[in-house]
């Protein structure tokens, strides 16, 4: 609707021969038409989104992802530093590789 409308105030009518789309001022009513339930089925879908998450909050559930162990990391650090393993550190405490990455820029 933007685009129909910078071509509008530029006085450039708008016409789709595959779709059979005009902007005359009876097609531009239809499109303005369109335009307004499509912002409003994407209100509903953001309302229905938010009240699902609160819905969740309230049951005790949360969002995103999972908390790492304060002590595993605490861990793959000491060990990480000690530079006598490597992949074990990883399969031993569940932390990522990407992890090491962030290690490698911090240390």
């Known amino acids: 609707m933007d685009l129909i409308n910078d071509f509008q ?6 016409v789709s021969i595959n779709e059979n789309i005009d902007t005359t001022a009876m097609r531009k009513l239809v499109l303005t038409m369109f335009s307004g ?3 409003f089925e994407s209100d509903i879908i953001s309302e229905r989104t938010k009240s ?13 992802r999972p908390r790492k162990d304060q002590s595993k990391l605490e861990l793959v650090v000491k060990v990480y530093g000690s530079k006598e393993y490597s992949i074990e550190i990883l399969d031993a405490t569940g932390i990522s590789r990407s992890f090491y990455r962030y290690l490698d820029g911090n240390h």
């Open 9 to 14: 105030e530029k006085g450039i009518n708008f």
């Open 37 to 39: 339930l499509a912002q």
């Open 52 to 64: 699902g998450l609160d819905a969740a909050r309230t049951r005790g559930r949360k969002g995103g």
